[in-house]
């Protein structure tokens, strides 16, 4: 069974357009996340949801919205899309445990293309 | 603040030893970990190592941490084709339930 899942893999669009993208995980975590893998492959992280609730929101735009409808997904949407915003999106999720150890399970990632 | 530095590229030869480094900032971290990105794939925990360790051995896989100088080395013995990936050094800071990435080194090992 795959731990965190994320549809579609890959993603073509034309500049303008609004997307979404979906993740689900059935580890039973608490917290899940999203980050962005640019084309020099630095990771950096755009949000973070504990329980349902937005607990870190990095600078990025607000054209990017999460939605988080239970604690096992959480959805980025994409509104406007930028010729910038062409990455690879990865969902994540944890639970963080005893002295913080925060082991994160990775997606395989969401190729988007804005044309 | 956090920071998290890692050299770009490593390039090795299948048989040898590859070691990676990291650098980081902030003396307040709790965990240090690698992760290991194969090619189109999301990442993977490799291995992990608490703040009060200096050492941790699993199979090919050591994880050397200098708190004093906040070093953390990540050595793989026997390097194979199939451990070319970017590795990736991490750090979670105590009251915080994110982690901190490097940018990642890419390894290489040809044949």
């Known amino acids: 069974d795959t731990a965190v899942s994320q549809t579609p893999k890959y993603l073509v669009t034309q500049m303008g357009n609004d997307k979404s993208i979906k993740c689900e995980q059935n580890l039973g975590h608490d917290t899940m996340y999203w980050y962005k893998q640019d084309s020099k492959k630095f990771l950096k992280i755009m949000f973070s949801?504990?329980?349902?609730?937005?607990?870190i929101n990095e600078t990025v735009p607000n054209r990017f919205s999460p939605k988080s409808p239970d604690k096992a997904h959480l959805n980025l949407h994409i509104n406007s899309l930028e010729l910038g915003d062409s990455a690879v999106y990865f969902c994540?999720?944890?639970?963080?445990?005893?002295?913080?150890?925060?082991?994160?399970?990775f997606g395989p990632g969401t190729r988007l293309t804005v044309l | 603040g956090e920071d998290v530095e890692q050299s770009l590229f490593l390039s090795v030869r299948e048989g040898d030893s590859s070691v990676i480094n990291c650098t980081y900032t902030?003396?307040?971290?709790?965990?240090l970990y690698w992760y290991k990105q194969e090619p189109g794939a999301g990442l993977q925990l490799l291995t992990y190592i608490f703040s009060n360790m200096d050492m941790k051995q699993d199979q090919r896989l050591t994880v050397l941490l200098n708190k004093k100088d906040k070093h953390l080395s990540l050595r793989i013995a026997d390097t194979q084709t199939g451990d070319s990936a970017i590795y990736f050094c991490a750090e979670s800071l105590s009251g915080y339930s994110t982690l901190t990435f490097g940018k990642g080194t890419m390894l290489l090992v040809s044949p």
């Open positions: 949801y504990n329980n349902k609730e937005l607990i």
């Open positions: 902030d003396s307040s971290s709790t965990y």
């Open positions: 994540a999720s944890s639970q963080v445990v005893l002295h913080y150890y925060n082991e994160q399970f």
